[in-house]
């Protein structure tokens, strides 16, 4: 498993970086960069697919009942790993429950771990970022070592020292595992957010309206926000969504671990993580879980992709 | 050049302590005694576990814990675990191993995953370009847990067409469905970065003058094009030893390769604080050398870029 | 991960006071005779003796957790291989575990309180030195001297002179004060006699002391480790049918045929490796004869009974002396009512979840023996392990307990799976909220056992030493008993038990030990579930495979075809 994120590190950050011009979206401006890149992604079958898979997911998350009749808890080993059936489409699991209803349930704290994960990442490492950027000198080169040294550890051997320190610390109850999951990732991969961030705020440092800005006595304060972080947004946005779908496979890895979550808070990584036992003989157990993750993973890696080609002017 | 090497040596150090203190520190945080349910059900003898406190240093600070570790390291010495068992033999014998499979796994993706860009860049979209896509797509979505073990039930245990498990002199043929599985993910990314790569380079200028002055597409592509398109390729690869030496705790869980991400995994497990961060030393190491050699490497791939 | 090894295996401690008579001892040296129990139908057709010799078979193992010392080495992956490098005075039965003589010519009590041990000459160690009683009486003193450290130290708190040689931290473990330097390094309850022949003095009566001796604790020491220990950990120097040659560290550990070796065990094969791995790698290598010996098929092995069709004719499932159980610790008082005891042990059906789960590879217990056991006679816990959901729901209403109901236990090993379905059926027949805690690691639940800090229901396994239905309860069930983690006391059990031990013949012995287990069932302290059978798996190429009572290959008896 390597790290879940490196790969899209290499989304040009300053590509999105515009020209003034671009940047107030709004009606009355149909030139906008935010305008333009939703009339190009209303037009990509790529996007309404992905989009239409994660509008149903959070619909699943926040509605199970919706979806299926069945106790996703009830255990009656009458129906011990019976394969999938009229009675229960994905079958049962070791413990005789209803897989396809445990995959509904399952489906809230798959997503929320990864959007939680994601959202904390961002407001890290971009917050840590555009200071990075905006300032230059001492606060950059501290923020890049302090990253350097996050970064340079590995991050399954990080999650799994984080997750059993706080393991050990009897954490008991759904929100507080979940959020022990949540920060051992976002702990581990806010330098990602921060680069991006901060080279998108250094090409921002440069353009003509913040030197303008700054020329007229803005304070710092006003610059980094009504200015620098509107222009900055876009790339550190595009990373977020496509590392979502890596969170999500990630908090899989340590849930088969043995250290990510764990009942109440079942999520698709504790069913796979469950049915490794039974891999040979009720591949089901397995095969439902992931692939539900894998479509998901796969409509948020879609979901940014798409994004950002549709805000990267190069790429249009 | 010198200068340039030497100051990002200079910066090395600071990342170095920190990331090995920080690992350091989290080892020593995790709750429990590590020699209290070292006896099995039995309870160990209290002089036991207070002389193998002492013996360890356990009842220092962190800090001063520390500073004796780096001070013993620094003369060569990475310390015993608690079964006194010499730390650098563990490593020294786990490295190598873990090293191959990072190769195997670098090898594999920088093969099929610059093939299938190079490929999929040139051509546009089409048939092949979609079918790369969406197979790197799949290779994304799917945690690296299933498909190792997926291959492992097919190929091993249903087909029984290769042994299931890497013996313990892993040697190199053993290790390319291991390094397959390892390098899968890092695969689909270089294809897609390969690809965009060139599919950005294609647009650029100086591939309009080369093609103006009439040079065969051949050298075009071969001289022009990949080379520039090669920077973001060769950063990740090379970053990406540094990850799958370290990321491997899962695949070599899987296919039981006695390689570092198992040693270090018990070293967490057992609490044994000396074999997490001499693993963690040997990894942040690799991890910056590479990374300053591949930046020094831009300027022999790019001429335009200049250290002084 | 090298925690499947743990499974089970609780060692006991030794009975701590000197309460086991004549009787008892008695009854083990009586039924030592007979070498039929226990497995029985070994493979039949004879090794290779080429291939004895020639081949190097490799064996499941867990890396050592400390160096090879004997005394001080407590946990089953040193252990094995500890075993295989010594031979002491006594030794187990490798099919019925009953004990026998083994370097000792003769081990007789020369008074209440003392043995007396004469030593068969010639025997020597791997270096070439003679095992001499010195060699004991070091060895012994060298482990029970407080300043060593030695895990095994307690082992020999019965014999005179130990208070002497072993002084306390005054301030336990983490405190910063030091234990004072003991005033002695010698017991005085060990004397020589001459070479072959020492004296062992207890404080007070310990007949049980003999049959003890077989384990690793009680091993001689050469003189080479005395003159120096560091050298020695490096190349470690037995007496014991097989010696050391090489090892790497966290991978492999080899060891030879000792010729010279006197014992009546002497090996047909030559050269083993310990191969340290993880039970699921090695169940694979098995598969694919890269790994010669497994001494327990995974729970991936066992789901859907795959090891059948994958290992034919190469895998067995072997009794051990095990049992599996869930205790309640009865130190807290909300575990104090008994009705709530009993409704919780009737709402369990082992039956349905040892032919799921287990695949019907475990059976469920109907007391708190197994019938493995000379003596063991089934059916003491009667009504209240069976599953009963109306009246275990008519005891729970009665017991007014509210919340939920936690177990604890790692997770690792395989026991989430069966835990999880016990709590399945409680939840079910009580219509109570049942969870499972798992902790990270097996040491970690030790710890708050024994510190007695839980305040959930946990995991309690146990692996008896010797067959004897005493050592299912004695340690378990007695106030104050070495291994009563729970703090379970009922003076009537107390006199039961201490009954028994006085009792005049085995026969009756037993009678009272039923008794007892009859009056536990009524307290519930802990509630029985299931033996554990080990399921050994090895390679083509070996044959007359048995596996140990204590979950060992036979070293001795296993050869190559």
């Known amino acids: 498993m390597t790290d879940p994120s490196t790969g899209v590190t290499g989304t040009d950050a300053a590509a999105y970086v515009t020209a003034p011009e671009h940047q107030e979206s709004g009606p009355g401006k149909p030139r906008s960069l935010g305008a333009d890149a939703w009339r190009d992604l209303r037009r990509r079958p790529m996007f309404l697919v992905a989009g239409g898979i994660v509008v149903l997911l959070v619909v699943i998350a926040i509605f199970p009942s919706w979806f299926t009749s069945a106790d996703p808890n009830h255990k009656d080993l009458d129906f011990f790993r019976q394969p999938p059936s009229g009675d229960a489409w994905f079958g049962y699991d070791g413990q005789g429950r209803d897989v396809y209803a445990r995959v509904i349930y399952g489906t809230r704290w798959t997503l929320l771990v990864g959007i939680a994960a994601s959202v904390l990442t961002v407001l890290l490492g971009g917050i840590l970022g555009i200071l990075a950027g905006f300032f230059g000198r001492w606060v950059d080169a501290l923020m890049s070592r302090i990253g350097e040294i996050f970064f340079g550890l590995p991050f399954v051997l990080g999650a799994i020292v984080i997750l059993n320190l706080v393991r050990n610390a009897e954490i008991r109850g759904a929100l507080p595992i979940v959020f022990a999951v949540v920060a051992s990732i976002a702990v581990l991969q806010w330098p990602v957010a921060m680069r991006i961030m901060r080279s998108a705020a250094i090409t921002a440092k440069q353009q003509d309206y913040v030197k303008a800005a700054r020329a007229l006595g803005a304070s710092s304060s006003r610059i980094i926000f009504k200015h620098m972080l509107p222009n900055c947004l876009a790339p550190v946005l595009v990373y977020g969504t496509i590392a979502l779908g890596a969170f999500i496979s990630a908090e899989a890895t340590l849930s088969f671990l043995g250290i990510g979550l764990r009942d109440p808070a079942v999520s698709w990584g504790v069913m796979m993580s469950d049915s490794k036992t039974y891999l040979r003989v009720a591949p089901h157990m397995l095969l439902f879980p992931a692939g539900f993750l894998a479509v998901t993973v796969l409509a948020f890696v879609m979901l940014g992709d798409a994004i950002r080609e549709a805000l990267d002017p190069k790429l249009r | 050049m010198g200068r340039y090497v030497l100051r990002r040596l200079l910066q090395l150090i600071p990342v170095f302590i920190g990331t090995t203190f920080l690992i350091f520190f989290l080892v020593w945080a995790v709750p429990g005694d590590p020699f209290t349910g070292m006896c099995g059900e039995r309870p160990c003898p209290p002089q036991f576990v207070a002389a193998m406190t002492d013996k360890y240093n356990l009842n220092d600070n962190v800090v001063v814990q520390y500073l004796k570790y780096m001070g013993a390291l620094l003369t060569g010495d990475f310390g015993q675990t608690y079964a006194e068992q010499e730390i650098s033999e563990l490593i020294g014998n786990a490295a190598p191993v873990s090293l191959r499979l990072a190769v195997v796994a670098v090898a594999i993706e920088a093969v099929i995953g610059v093939t299938a860009g190079i490929l999929t860049g040139l051509r546009g979209r089409g048939f092949v370009d979609n079918l790369v896509l969406v197979s790197t797509l799949f290779l994304i979505a799917i945690p690296t847990f299933v498909i190792g073990f997926v291959i492992q039930i097919v190929l091993g245990f249903e087909l029984e067409i290769l042994t299931p498990t890497v013996s313990s002199e892993a040697t190199w043929g053993e290790l390319i469905i291991p390094g397959f599985v390892l390098g899968s993910l890092s695969m689909a990314y270089v294809s897609r970065l390969t690809r965009t790569s060139i599919a950005e380079n294609l647009r650029a200028d100086y591939m309009r003058t080369a093609l103006a002055k009439g040079q065969p597409k051949r050298r075009i592509v071969g001289v022009h094009l990949l080379r520039n398109s090669a920077i973001p390729v060769i950063t990740f690869l090379g970053t990406d030893i540094g990850n799958l030496m370290a990321g491997a705790i899962v695949t070599e869980g899987i296919f039981g390769i006695h390689g570092i991400g198992r040693l270090v995994y018990d070293g967490i497990l057992e609490k044994q604080g000396a074999i997490v961060t001499g693993v963690v030393v040997l990894l942040v190491l690799v991890f910056l050398l590479v990374n300053l050699f591949i930046d020094l490497m831009y300027a022999v791939i790019d001429p335009r870029i200049r250290y002084d | ?561």
């Open chain 3, 1 to 561: 991960m090298s925690d499947w090894e743990e499974y089970l295996m609780r060692k006991p401690r030794w009975v701590t006071a000197g309460v086991i008579p004549l009787a008892v001892a008695l009854a083990i040296s009586s039924c030592s005779s007979g070498d039929e129990g226990g497995g029985g139908e070994e493979q039949s057709g004879g090794g290779d003796p080429a291939k004895n010799e020639s081949v190097e078979i490799n064996v499941f193992g867990t890396e050592p957790a400390r160096p090879l010392v004997p005394g001080d080495t407590a946990e089953t992956g040193g252990g094995k291989i500890v075993d295989a490098l010594f031979t002491g005075l006594m030794e187990y039965d490798p099919v019925s575990g009953e004990p026998g003589l083994a370097h000792a010519e003769s081990f007789e009590l020369s008074a209440p309180d003392e043995y007396t041990v004469k030593l068969k000459k010639g025997w020597k160690f791997h270096d070439g030195t003679e095992v001499k009683a010195d060699n004991y009486i070091k060895a012994w003193n060298y482990t029970a001297y407080s300043p060593n450290a030695q895990q095994h130290a307690s082992f020999f708190a019965q014999i005179e002179g130990f208070d002497q040689v072993n002084t306390p931290d005054p301030d336990g473990p983490d405190g910063p004060e030091q234990p004072a330097t003991p005033a002695a390094t010698e017991m005085s309850g060990l004397t020589k006699v001459d070479d072959y022949q020492f004296k062992i003095k207890f404080t007070a009566p310990h007949a049980i002391f003999k049959v003890k001796t077989g384990y690793a604790a009680y091993m001689p020491m050469p003189d080479s480790f005395f003159a120096d220990a560091e050298a020695w950990k490096a190349n470690p120097v037995g007496n014991g049918s097989f010696k050391y040659v090489s090892r790497v560290p966290d991978q492999e550990l080899k060891i030879e045929r000792f010729d010279d070796y006197q014992g009546d065990d002497k090996p047909k094969i030559k050269k083993v490796k310990f191969v340290f791995t993880d039970s699921d790698a090695a169940y694979a290598d098995i598969k694919g004869n890269q790994l010669d010996f497994l001494d327990t098929a995974p729970p991936q092995a066992i789901a859907g009974n795959v090891w059948q069709d994958d290992l034919p004719g190469r895998a067995k499932a072997y009794p051990v002396m095990a049992i599996q159980g869930i205790a309640f610790p009865i130190y807290h008082t909300k575990y104090g009512n008994v009705d709530f005891r009993h409704a919780v042990s009737m709402a369990i059906d082992r039956e349905k979840i040892t032919k799921t789960i287990y695949e019907g590879n475990r059976q469920p217990l109907t007391g708190y023996g197994m019938d493995l056991v000379p003596g063991f006679e089934p059916g003491a816990c009667g009504e209240y392990c069976e599953y009963n959901p109306e009246e275990a729901k008519k005891l729970f209403a009665k017991s007014g307990w509210s919340g939920p109901i936690e177990i604890t236990s790692n997770a690792d090993g395989g026991h989430k799976e069966w835990i999880e379905a016990v709590c399945g059926s409680i939840s079910e027949a009580l219509d109570v909220e049942c969870l499972f805690e798992p902790v990270q690691q097996f040491s970690q639940a030790r710890q708050a056992i024994e510190a007695r800090e839980l305040d959930t229901l946990y995991r309690s396994g146990w692996l008896a030493d010797y067959p004897l239905i005493e050592n299912f309860l004695n340690p378990l069930y007695r106030t104050g008993g070495s291994s009563n983690d729970n703090g379970y006391s009922n003076p009537e059990v107390d006199a039961k038990l201490a009954a028994a031990d006085q009792a005049e013949t085995e026969d009756e012995a037993y009678k009272l030990y039923h008794e007892a287990e009859e009056m536990i069932a009524e307290d519930m302290p802990v509630i029985p579930l299931w033996n554990t059978p080990s399921i050994a798996c090895w390679s083509e190429r070996l044959t007359n495979v048995r596996l140990t009572p204590k979950r060992e290959l036979d070293l001795s008896f296993v050869e190559v075809k």
